[in-house]
């Protein structure tokens, strides 16, 4: 007994079972977190290990070679790419899409515990995954006129950060910017001369007199008291008066020799909100939480303390970064997509069916297998999010296609046959059953083999087939149960068909007919047409623009400011403060301008780079905005030409969407030289880099390497560093002591409990050239002193800023931004003609990557997916049919399918892209549907009723044409909200709507004509008139 005859006799468990399961997806929908894009862990481990004031050919010799070697032999590893440069070593370990991450970590740090070589003085390597759900979801700026910095830093990360423990889903708060309190111990180098005193014998002193150490434990009578020495400084005072020496009985106290100045740490990072001086709180939630509730009770939070008087009426509070904003925007515009298609689909089934009873029988599907898919989403640890939601609208039309089917076959029973409802329903199900499940089978073939295969693709639309895959079984299941239990029993009064309705086919069916004939006789040349269709439609492809993801539009905006090596802080910040003041007078779009001179803060780590600033923009909603995202871009670009004589370059570039990498590198185009000498790839670079200056639509053309960084050369006399007494060691400590001071113990502030750092440091205006440095005193441990400049030969330099590496070899990368209304495949096509003729020496070599590369690898595993969902497709078909030569005939609507999908592209003016070629292998299970319900019937027809071929064909093709209008125009109006991309957010899928709607268009078009056609040449049918 077949499934549906067993649901037409018990209706009452089967609408119970689907009732459940709605149930259970309200529920556990309204669980789910939401967020923007599905959680993705990338195949990548990152090891970071500092040696403070090492130079970048030190940190390649001493540290970032031994660590590739560790790692590179790490199991499943196939990429080990290096940064050396000044003070830290940045290793990472890229690894098979399929592998463990968990698993990688713990490799790679056993292998790292393993490294015995690395130098005394380095810290721990740390390693950690590439985890985007640890990037802050929500930024806030807080800034003061009346406050200092110090203040104000202080107050946001001892204070304010307090009150939001305890969120659900908050994992940690980070502050940046402003200044950290310090007590600074300046010396005068003159008085340390008189008294032959050394900083390094000043740092050890301070540091012995600052202790709280535990005593043991004494008894007295019934009691056992604890015995601790209590020797912290209380004050300043306490510091000035630390004793640092004794000369023939006079104690020398601190204060003799420095000043004890509680100021603050130097201020190498500058960070500005709107112009304003400010410290940023960052906020980062747990992986599995709730993006828009943590944001949404932090900026809850945020309102109470501003209520309560916590944050003072003076603090201005400004909104930097939140995520979830736009992910409410685009989660709506896809909700919209998702209501609007169901809404069009309805309509569409409403106007073929001219029943309201039937209409609600055949468009209960869609919510019976949307709110199943929500509890199957939940079992498979799927979120709300952008791409999830985005499976659910692409399925939307196709969530009908197989309830249709299946009341158009009873209903025909019914009226036709005037049968028994029940017994034409059992009847009906079971004869249209096997095409239905075929069809749904194949959709699930084509999609499938998707996740079989690896890479950022994989990754990232994981979601989106799952859920697809899960509504279209759901439907299926649904189909084949609810629809004809409710059918037998809802329809028990509407056996006639409305005379409108009969008339509107019939009218439909004898034009098709008159269009049919003909087509028949051309069959021929039907298929001659179809060839040169599929050569233009090459053509078309080969002309296309590529990317490998769609552009999103969320309002922001990164401007990168780069002096020459060695520019001062104070010369970049100017520049900066200008830009700034500049870009709020010209643009009314932007909300926000965050900028950061002189470094940037990751977490609590901060990097340097005086001659660097990284300014960025969020604007005003969309809906709120006079342009695009573009539009805003080309303003900047118009605006910092005024300082192209300044000695900056400025880079203006479209934020890609937070979370989302394409690859190793995220620049559209990267051009990478291997080679072991530094000067020659420099010298490569610069001649690959002329080239592709002709080149237009490519932007922020440049190289990775920079051999322009000012250093003073420090070369010890080894001999007579011995006959001191010296260690390089102990050298390089005063020298470090003396520039940028040491930490040589904590103070502890009694009145707020906070500890800050005893720095010390000689008065910095004294050293200012090469001279000053070698009048630096060193004193040996028996009591020698001896000049820096006595020793050593200190003599100008300049070396390289970074040293890259990959697989263990040295590389330089040509690196270029996409300007707006150019595509990657475009630009890289003219890169490779331009380089064509360019060649290396035999060490020497060259390969193009970037986002290119990333595509390539995509494509490459896409175009795999797509041959296996073929074979998979025709598989099921021919256990279906028990034939090759019908599977064989449905096969010709892919190539269809395929053509309107670039026709579709070219006309909207889409780029290729991963997106698109998704759409692609979706369209070979989708395009066969129609094409199985005609060739299962014409079999049916041949067989039971004993037509000829031509009979079959002619029979057959009007009869099944109700249900393939249905289908087909379903599922291409629920794409139409998806294709058309209204609202915020909804970029991401909109090539993937055009590509199958256009796809789905063709294909219903073609096959009501080419699969007759076809059907008559492979079965050798002749025309009978």
């Known amino acids: 007994m077949s499934i549906s005859k067993i649901a037409i006799k018990r209706i009452v468990g089967t609408l119970v079972i689907a009732v459940l399961f709605c149930g259970l997806g309200i529920f556990f929908m309204r669980e789910q977190s939401i967020d923007m894009l599905p959680r993705i862990i990338y195949p990548q481990i990152n090891v970071r290990v500092s040696w403070e004031g090492a ?25 080990v790419v290096s940064t050396a440069r000044e003070g830290v070593s940045l290793t990472n370990v890229y690894f098979d899409y399929r592998k463990d991450m968990e698993v990688a970590l713990n490799d790679v740090r056993a292998r790292l515990d393993r490294l015995n070589n690395l130098p005394d003085d380095v810290d721990r390597p740390s390693v950690g995954k590439a985890d985007p759900s640890q990037m802050p979801v929500l930024e806030v700026g807080f800034s003061s006129a009346q406050r200092g910095e110090i203040e104000m830093n202080r107050w946001a990360d001892r204070e304010l950060s307090e009150f939001f423990t305890g969120i659900p889903g908050l994992a940690s708060i980070t502050v940046s910017g402003g200044r950290f309190r310090e007590i600074k111990v300046i010396f005068d180098p003159r008085l340390l001369d008189r008294y032959e005193i050394s900083a390094a014998q000043i740092v050890r002193r301070l540091a012995e007199e600052n202790v709280n150490l535990p005593g043991g434990y004494i008894t007295s009578g019934d009691q056992e008291l604890t015995v601790r020495l209590s020797a912290k400084y209380a004050s300043l005072d306490d510091v000035r008066r630390v004793i640092v020496a004794n000369r023939e009985g ?65 603090i201005k509070v400004s909104i930097v970064n939140n995520q979830s904003y736009y992910i409410i925007n685009a989660i709506q515009s896809v909700s919209s997509s998702l209501l609007f298609g169901g809404l069009l689909t309805v309509i569409v089934v409403y106007l073929f069916l001219r029943s309201f009873i039937r209409t609600f029988i055949v468009t209960l599907a869609m919510p019976v297998s ?29 969530l009908l296609d197989n309830s249709i089917v299946m009341l158009e076959n009873i209903t025909r029973h019914q009226q036709i046959k005037h049968e028994d409802i029940l017994t034409a329903t059992e009847e009906a199900s079971t004869e249209i059953g096997s095409a239905v499940a075929a069809s749904t089978l194949t959709n699930l073939a084509s999609v499938l083999p998707f996740i079989m295969i690896s890479g950022i693709a994989v990754l990232l639309f994981r979601d989106l087939i799952i859920t697809i895959s899960v509504a279209i079984v759901a439907s299926l299941i649904t189909a084949l149960t609810v629809v004809p239990s409710l059918t037998a029993r809802l329809t028990r009064f509407s056996r006639r068909r409305r005379e409108t309705d009969r008339h509107f086919m019939n009218g439909l069916t004898a034009l098709y007919v008159r269009l049919l004939k003909p087509a028949l006789r051309l069959r021929w040349g039907i298929v001659f047409l179809l060839i040169i269709l599929g050569a233009l439609t090459y053509f078309s492809f080969r002309t296309s623009g590529s990317e490998f993801l769609p552009q999103i539009d969320d309002g922001r905006i990164n ?48 990097a340097q780079y005086s001659n660097q600033a990284r300014l960025n923009i969020q604007l005003v909603p969309l809906q709120q905005r006079k342009g695009s995202t573009n539009i805003s871009i080309g303003r900047i670009r118009e605006l910092i030409k005024k300082y192209e004589n300044t000695g900056a370059e400025i880079r203006v570039t479209k934020a890609r969407l937070r979370g989302l990498r394409v690859g190793a590198t995220e620049e559209a185009l990267e051009i990478k030289i291997f080679g072991p000498d530094i000067q020659r790839l420099n010298q490569y670079a610069e001649e690959v880099m002329e080239r592709l200056r002709a080149i237009e639509g490519l932007t922020n053309l440049d190289t990775s390497l920079d051999l322009s960084r000012p250093e003073l050369q420090i070369a010890l006399d080894r001999t007579r560093l011995s006959n001191y007494g010296l260690s390089a060691e102990q050298v390089g400590d005063t020298i470090r002591t003396t520039l940028t001071g040491l930490v040589a113990t904590p103070y502890t502030d009694l009145q707020f409990g906070d500890d800050f750092d005893i720095r010390v440091i000689y008065e910095r205006d004294r050293f200012t050239s090469a001279q000053a440095v070698g009048n630096i005193l060193l004193t040996s441990p028996s009591g020698f002193t001896v000049r820096l400049g006595e020793i050593a030969r200190i003599s100008d330099a300049l070396g390289p800023v970074t040293i890259e590496r990959e697989n263990q070899a040295r590389l330089v990368r040509v690196v270029a931004d996409a300007a707006p209304g150019f595509s990657v495949g475009e630009l890289a096509q003219q890169a490779r003609a331009a380089l064509a ?15 290119l590369e990333s595509m390539r690898e995509s494509n490459q595993a896409l175009f795999s997916a797509a041959l296996l969902a073929v074979f998979l497709v025709f598989g099921i078909m021919a256990v279906q049919f028990e034939s090759l030569r019908d599977p064989l005939v449905i096969m010709f609507t892919v190539p269809f399918a395929i053509m309107g999908a670039v026709f579709s592209l070219s006309v909207t003016g889409t ?16 395009a066969v549907n129609n094409g199985i319900v005609m060739v299962d019937y014409f079999g049916t027809l041949r067989r039971e009723q004993g037509k000829t071929v031509y009979e079959a064909v002619l029979a057959g093709s009007p009869t099944r044409l109700r249900p393939v209008l249905m289908t087909s125009l379903t599922t291409i109006v629920g794409l139409l909200p998806m294709s058309l991309g209204l609202g915020e957010g909804s970029e991401m899928l909109v090539p993937l709507g055009r590509s199958v709607l256009g796809g789905m268009l063709l294909s219903f078009l073609l096959t009501l004509f080419v699969i007759p056609s076809v059907y008559l040449i492979f079965n050798g049918g002749r025309i009978e008139e």
């Open 55 to 79: 130079s970048p050919e030190e940190i390649e010799t001493n540290i970032t070679r031994r660590v590739e070697a560790a790692v590179a032999s790490a199991e499943d590893a196939i990429r």
């Open 250 to 314: 006079t104690p020398i106290y601190l204060q003799q020799l420095a000043q004890v100045v509680d100021t603050s740490s130097d201020q190498r990072v500058m960070v500005r909100i709107n112009q304003t001086p400010s410290v940023l709180m960052s906020f980062i939630k747990q992986p599995n939480a709730n993006t828009v509730e943590v944001c949404g009770a932090v900026q809850k939070k945020i309102t109470e303390l501003q209520e309560n008087g916590i944050i003072p009426p003076d």
């Open 370 to 398: 949307l709110l199943t898919t929500f509890f199957f989403m939940s079992m498979f640890g799927i979120n709300i999010n952008m791409i999830s939601l985005g499976g659910l609208v692409l399925g939307i039309g196709m």
């Open 559 to 606: 401007i990168g400011v780069y002096f020459p090596q060695g520019t001062a802080l104070h010369v970049t910040d100017a520049l900066v403060r200008d830009l700034e003041k500049q870009i709020l007078a010209a643009d009314e779009d932007v909300q926000t301008l965050y900028s950061s001179t002189g470094g940037a803060w990751f977490g609590g780590n901060v």
């Open 837 to 851: 003729d360019y060649q290396l020496p035999g060490q020497y070599r060259m390969d193009i990557g970037g986002e």
């Open 911 to 926: 780029a290729f892209s991963t997106v698109v070629f998704l759409g692609i292998i979706l369209l070979i299970g989708v």
